[in-house]
T-cell receptor, first 110, second 117 residues
Framework: GQQVMQIPQYQHVQEGEDFTTYCNSS?????IQWYKQRPGGHPVFLIQ?????EVKKQKRLTFQFGEAKKNSSLHITATQTTDVGTYFC??????????FGPGTRLSVLP | SAVISQKPSRDICQRGTSLTIQCQVD?????MFWYRQQPGQSLTLIAT?????????ESGFVIDKFPISRPNLTFSTLTVSNMSPEDSSIYLC??????????????FGEGSRLTVL
């Protein structure tokens, strides 16, 4: 079935440094979503990418969808302590549900 | 967006007992899902709760262990039956396709953290 992988599993950065997490799928995706889960919280939707090569920005966050629609990345510029959490990518499964990647846990040291 | 209320938020249960988790949404939704998130892990889909019919279970999950009800478009329950310590996890209700607004995103409840002794 559908599998979505993410790297790295963990990332520790100093506040102000950049951060990137990568998502790869075994199959071509019609779209990909990104979620953030703060420690002790629930996943919160960040964005959905649909088009091949699409790039979307949300303030310091930049999301990319690969040309082949098999990979995606999330880049955070100049991390802040509020960026701490686990970032999940999710690919469509069937029936409007999604398969979640293992997540990248981001720690930001002040 | 959809506001999702889950009860209980957390519970400590004895081995062999069963617990029912409730999920209430503030608007009618087409799709409701139940996910499990084991400590430090990602989200794994248990089943899709179908209104008016039996839930659709993912591989590795069965109705006898995780019976699900979906009596209407705003409410669902998940029961974790005959619990063992391996069932200790966070169980998350999720909805998609809020009536009249299908952006594709999933909304999640706060989760129910179960600890089985």
């Amino acid at each position: 079935g559908q599998q979505v992988m993410q790297i790295p599993q963990y990332q520790h950065v100093q506040e102000g440094e950049d951060f990137t997490t990568y998502c790869n799928s075994s199959t071509t995706l019609s779209n990909i979503q990104w979620y953030k889960q703060r420690p002790g919280g629930h996943p919160v939707f960040l964005i959905q990418l649909v088009k091949s090569g699409e790039v979307k920005k949300q303030k310091r966050l930049t999301f990319q969808f690969g040309e082949a629609k098999k990979n995606s990345s999330l880049h955070i510029t100049a991390t802040q302590t509020t960026d701490v959490g686990t970032y999940f990518c999710a690919g469509p499964n069937y029936g409007q549900n999604f398969v979640f990647g293992p997540g990248t846990r981001l720690s930001v040291l002040p | 967006s959809a506001v999702i209320s889950q009860k209980p938020s957390r519970d400590i249960c004895q081995r062999g007992t069963s617990l029912t988790i409730q999920c209430q949404v503030d608007s009618q939704v087409t799709m409701m899902f139940w996910y499990r998130q084991q400590p430090g892990q990602s989200l794994t889909l248990i089943a899709t709760a179908n209104q008016g019919s039996e839930a659709t279970y993912e591989s590795g999950f069965v109705i006898d262990k995780f019976p699900i009800s979906r009596p209407n478009l705003t409410f669902s329950t998940l029961t974790v039956s005959n619990m063992s310590p391996e069932d200790s996890s966070i169980y998350l209700c999720s909805v998609g396709a809020v009536a009249g607004m299908n952006t594709g995103e999933l909304f999640f409840g706060e989760g129910s953290r179960l600890t089985v002794l």
